[in-house]
């Protein structure tokens, strides 16, 4: 088939009226208002104004953090260096035990050497009721004994 150009005009001419005919609207789309144009600003001023308000509690937090961590560290150094006292007194409790332990032995040996029977409820050495003995049950470690 041959085309024509009364064929080429026609086709034109259906070309251009079908281009100058408006598209039919579509149902389907829907523009916003511009109502929904201030909601939507307003929706994201008030977006913008939560991030801010969490970005700076987050910052907060993160500064109390970090001062508690510092604190947590100075405690547990201080933990430890008690915790070595306690250690270090507990040997000096224990040493000085022992070192009562032996000088009761001696007291209780000289007691036996001088004739004194027993001691009293507080660990002091009782006098004897020997002739010319200055020494009371209360005098301590520095009675003296006087034989007349």
Do not use: F
């Amino acid at each position: 088939m041959r085309t024509t150009p009364r064929m080429l005009g026609v086709a034109a001419l259906v070309a251009l009226v079908a281009l100058s005919l408006p598209a039919p609207a579509r149902a389907d789309e829907t523009y916003p208002s511009w109502a929904d144009v201030q909601a939507a600003r307003s929706t994201t001023a008030t977006t913008q104004a939560a991030v801010e308000r969490i970005t700076g509690l987050l910052s907060g937090l993160e500064a109390t953090a970090a001062s508690l961590g510092d604190a947590a560290i100075v405690a547990n150094g201080a933990a430890a260096t008690a915790q070595a006292d306690s250690g270090t007194a507990a040997a000096h409790a224990a040493a000085l035990s022992a070192r009562l332990a032996v000088a009761s032995d001696k007291a209780s040996a000289a007691d036996d050497q001088l004739g004194r029977t027993g001691r009293s409820s507080t660990g002091r050495a009782r006098a004897a009721s020997s002739p010319g003995c200055s020494c009371l049950p209360t005098a301590g470690p520095t009675c003296s004994i006087n034989w007349a």
